[in-house]
């Protein structure tokens, strides 16, 4: 099943240089969930080149969060290929991958009984200065309520504490959002980061996202197009196969099934 349990990992030896972008290469790769006979991934070909936002668009399904997965080492592909910096992903040991990743998924949540800043702390591989952290927060519009705390970031986050507070879903949030910036990495790895924050937050956010991670490699996944609409390349997905590639402007011209979500989308708004 997973990597996490397969005693091969241990055996690899390949270690990522620290810090530098990582370029992704997969190549027709093919994959089934453990148990099941439908392909996840059917043939999935894309690459990120160093330094490259790539952000992935389909429905519920579509193969979006397996590709993921796949790159965190949770699963080895049925067949095809991944390459991290030109090196087989299987080659390279656990440890190097995951320091050279940060990553927020849809349900990332805080360590309560930490405070904020212990929590930038634990998450990280390397000590991240005060300076950092703030400049971080203020990306993703954190800053602004935390240094309203009494604590500011020194505030622990479970209310039972005397000196703990209660923050909203959205606050919550920002500070994760804020905590994958300050971790960084070779990779950044954005999964539904927004769900929790309106429409006009999640698009000051994300300006300030491709400001503070400009020129580093990331890679978004979202169903939200203010996310995803200023990525370098967009991968459309579909029943697990790539239908379509290129930037926003390329993939609406095509009339395809990316400007078919974009319109559905857009009429909400209206």
Do not use: W
């Not at 300076?131 to 505030?155: D, N, P, R, V």
């Not at 698009?203 to 990331?218: E, H, L, V």
């Amino acid at each position: 099943a997973t990597l996490l349990f397969d005693k091969s990992y241990e055996e690899r030896d390949h270690n990522l240089e620290n810090g530098s972008d990582m370029s992704i290469e997969f190549e027709s790769v093919y994959f089934k969930y453990p148990g099941r006979i439908d392909f996840a991934l059917d043939n999935v070909t894309f690459s990120l080149a160093a330094g490259q936002k790539l952000a992935f668009v389909g429905e519920n399904g579509s193969g979006k969060s397996t590709i993921v997965k796949l790159l965190l080492g949770e699963y080895r592909v049925t067949s095809g290929s991944i390459k991290v910096n030109g090196v087989d992903i299987n080659q390279i040991s656990l440890r190097s991958l995951y320091d050279n990743i940060s990553i927020l998924v849809q349900n990332s949540t805080l360590f309560e009984a930490l405070s904020i800043e212990e929590n930038f702390q634990f998450c990280s591989p390397q000590k991240i200065t005060a300076l950092e952290i703030e400049s971080a927060a203020a990306k993703t519009g954190a800053h602004e309520f935390i240094e309203k705390l009494e604590h500011k970031y020194g505030q622990r986050l479970l209310s039972i504490f005397d000196d703990g507070t209660q923050l909203s879903g959205g606050q919550v949030q920002r500070i994760c959002l804020a905590r994958s910036l300050a971790r960084g990495g070779g990779l950044l790895i954005l999964d539904e980061p927004t769900s929790s924050i309106d429409a006009e937050g999640e698009d000051k956010i994300f300006t300030g996202i491709f400001d503070f991670y400009a020129g580093k490699s990331m890679i978004i996944v979202s169903h939200k197009f203010s996310a995803i609409r200023s990525a370098d390349v967009i991968v459309v997905m579909n029943n697990g196969k790539v239908v379509d590639a290129g930037n926003h402007n390329m993939l609406i011209k095509r009339d395809g099934v990316y400007k078919r979500l974009f319109d559905i989308q857009a009429r909400g708004y209206k």
